[in-house]
């Protein structure tokens, strides 16, 4: 029953997606516009087979429905209900039912958004491309990656669950859904880019359109990524929480374009200047989620978060390809109605800080990209496997984050088109200083090495200078002023910076050992005293754990083993002890075994870990006052003419 209900789900969605796609573009040839409100109700066709399906499969999963070859192969009776649900997102085929329901929500929110102007030719062109990519993922879910084939379990049958890493940690429930509506997301604002080329409307419209939407689906990849980097520190013992792992690689690289997308767009507006950069940004965005996808979902790397099955590569290298063919295509022809009507009239100047900054994100994606696919094009051509470590992303990241960090500084500090040298020497002042109390606070606190103090020194320029920002435009206009692009983006700025010192600060001072211990010893490691204090075992429906109590500090830590019953497979469950200013995190290697109960350990000592996520918490609180309107009326300063206040306002604040 539940084969016939999913699958009956998907074909529905496939035939609202098609069906929209044909009504829309035969109401724009004949200019019927009722065709064009019929083919946008479709959007909701689309969304109930999506929903349809998605409960299908859930269904499926909570009655243990074997029937079903994925929950044969994903599900099993001794997984706890929360990861039961979960596992739709763990192997290809429901991570890929999720993507499909998440799109066509995605597809109604639009219609619903723009129901008053379906007969308006950018917005039915917009839900002509949605419908396409739904289509495409609807007939993918109808044949390589169907997640509805039946199997036949012999009696008695018991699946063997999720891979153990993906149910041990509630955060999986909440990392890949977060990461798809941001992935998903982009899907917006590249229909909307693509509707712009098709109908030649390429001014400022189509931006303002999309920003809101770029932002959302921004704000929920970047969620994505920082719960991704949580998990690994919580979950996988390692002592870390960004390995530059293929896949983690694969949600960084659209993130860093759509970053640039966000600066880029305001000289865009602002200006009317680079319309080529735009659309390629968002373009491009688009295309290297598909890519992600592709990378992760295409069996081609070995990794926790990659599945495989069938085909299914094939066809998203496919569409890959053909969102670059038609992207390309359609900037050269429209190549005539891109040209700016003028240009940067001089590279100190906001836009041209604009520019410079998006230059290091595209070279960032670059040289993250590469080192990523490298060994796959190495691979294809001579056959033979190599790999790209963290050390050539480490080396290579290094200047362009201290880059991005100057930029992020002195972008907010000038004027649009130029800036004086006096101009500029005075609103550099206070950042100034900031840079130089962060590298004396560094180094009072012990910090020491040329790079790490530099990154300090970068991080305190440009945090004072979001801070300078904020100052002023919290005078003018109060704390409602808060609300709005230009300070949403000062707080993301923060956040940054937190993040970027927490990373700087817990890679560049870790201390790690590894030590063996008997009941009741006690040793000193660095700064840090461990006392081994007892074991337990503890037996759970799915899993086997055995827990060590140890005594760092005087705070009481219970790292543990588990092994899944199902599996056999054995994975770590390390606990931290958590500071403002430094994280101990100690894991189990080996549980007490012999006589002497004697266990190995790992003691990761790491400073400032807590600010990346503090870090990561403020940039997501300005993504959302970023998608507010600017509220709160500029109040005059006294003594100074209205004209002469906007004028200040547009060389200080816009």
Not at 236 to 265: F, I, K, Q, R
Not at 270 to 282: D, E
Not at 383 to 400: D, H, L, N, T, W
């Amino acid at each position: 029953m539940n084969l016939a209900i999913g699958l009956s789900g998907i074909v529905l969605s496939l035939v609202g997606a098609l069906s929209g796609i044909m009504t829309i573009i035969i109401g724009l040839r004949t200019s019927r516009k009722k065709l064009l409100v019929v083919g946008a109700r479709y959007s909701w066709l689309v969304l109930a087979g999506m929903v349809i399906a998605t409960f299908a499969m859930q269904r499926a999963l909570i009655t243990r429905d074997f029937s079903v070859k994925f929950v044969a192969e994903q599900g099993s009776s001794l997984t706890p209900p929360l990861f039961n649900v979960a596992t739709m997102w763990s192997a290809l085929e429901g991570s890929v039912l999720l993507w499909g329901l998440i799109l066509a929500g995605y597809v109604v929110v639009v219609t619903v958004k723009f129901s008053g102007r379906y007969t308006d030719p950018m917005v039915a062109w917009a839900l002509v491309v949605m419908f396409f990519v739904m289509g495409f993922f609807a007939l993918a879910m109808v044949g390589p990656a169907n997640p509805f084939q039946s199997f036949d379990p012999p009696v008695g049958y018991d699946g063997p669950g999720p891979n153990p890493l993906l149910q041990n940690h509630i955060l999986v429930a909440f990392h890949p859904p977060m990461l798809y509506l941001g992935f998903v997301g982009f899907t917006v604002p590249f229909a909307f880019a693509i509707s712009a080329l098709i109908t030649g409307r390429l001014g400022e419209g189509w931006l303002l359109e999309t920003r809101r939407w770029t932002l959302f689906a921004w704000g929920f990849l970047t969620a994505g990524i920082i719960l991704g980097a949580w998990w690994a520190y919580d979950v996988l013992g390692w002592g870390g929480y960004w390995g530059w792992d293929p896949v983690e690689n694969a949600s960084l690289v659209p993130w860093l374009t759509g970053t640039a997308y966000l600066h880029s767009v305001l000289v865009q507006e602002r200006r009317g200047l680079l319309r080529v950069w735009n659309l390629s940004l968002i373009c491009a965005t688009f295309a290297l989620t598909i890519l992600g996808t592709f990378i992760t979902r295409s069996g081609i790397l070995a990794s926790v978060h990659a599945f495989s099955a069938g085909n299914f590569g094939g066809w998203l290298l496919v569409f890959f390809a053909l969102v670059v063919t038609v992207t390309v295509s359609l900037i050269f022809w429209r190549g005539d109605r891109l040209r700016s009507p003028g240009g940067i009239d001089s590279p100190l100047s906001r836009e041209g800080a604009f520019l410079a900054n998006n230059l290091a994100f595209a070279v960032f994606a670059f040289v993250v990209l590469l080192g990523t696919v490298f060994p796959l094009i190495v691979e294809a051509l001579q056959g033979r496997q190599i790999s790209v470590g963290a050390p050539y992303f480490e080396k290579m990241s290094m200047p362009i984050g201290f880059t991005l960090l100057f930029l992020m500084a002195i972008a907010p500090l000038l004027p649009w088109r130029k800036a004086n040298s006096e101009m500029l020497l005075h609103r550099v002042e206070w950042p100034a200083w900031g840079a130089a109390l962060s590298m004396v606070l560094a180094v009072a606190v012990g910090a020491r090495g040329t790079m790490p103090l530099l990154g300090f020194s970068m991080a305190g320029f440009a945090g004072m200078s979001a801070v300078w920002q904020l100052g002023l435009s919290s005078r003018r206009r109060g704390i409602r002023g808060f609300l709005g692009r230009k300070n949403g983006g000062m707080v993301v700025h923060i956040g940054v910076i937190l993040l970027a010192v927490g990373f700087i600060a817990s890679s560049s001072y870790v201390d790690q050992a590894s030590l063996s211990l008997t009941p009741d010893q006690k040793v000193r490691i660095g700064e840090t005293d461990v006392t081994y204090v007892s074991s337990n075992t503890y037996v759970h429906s799915n899993r086997i754990e055995e827990e060590v109590l140890l005594e760092v500090d005087g705070q009481m830590l219970s790292p543990a083993v588990e092994r899944f019953i199902a599996s056999g497979q054995i994975v770590p469950a390390p606990d931290t002890r958590i500071t403002f200013f430094e994280d101990v995190q100690v894991a189990l290697l080996k549980p007490p075994e012999g006589e002497e109960q004697k266990i190995v350990i790992q003691v990761t000592r790491q400073p400032m870990l807590l600010w990346i996520w503090l870090g990561g918490l403020l940039m997501l609180v300005g993504a959302v006052l970023s998608i507010f309107p600017q509220t709160g009326r500029p109040v005059l300063r006294e003594g100074t003419s209205e004209k002469k206040e906007v004028a200040l306002r547009e060389g200080v604040e816009a």
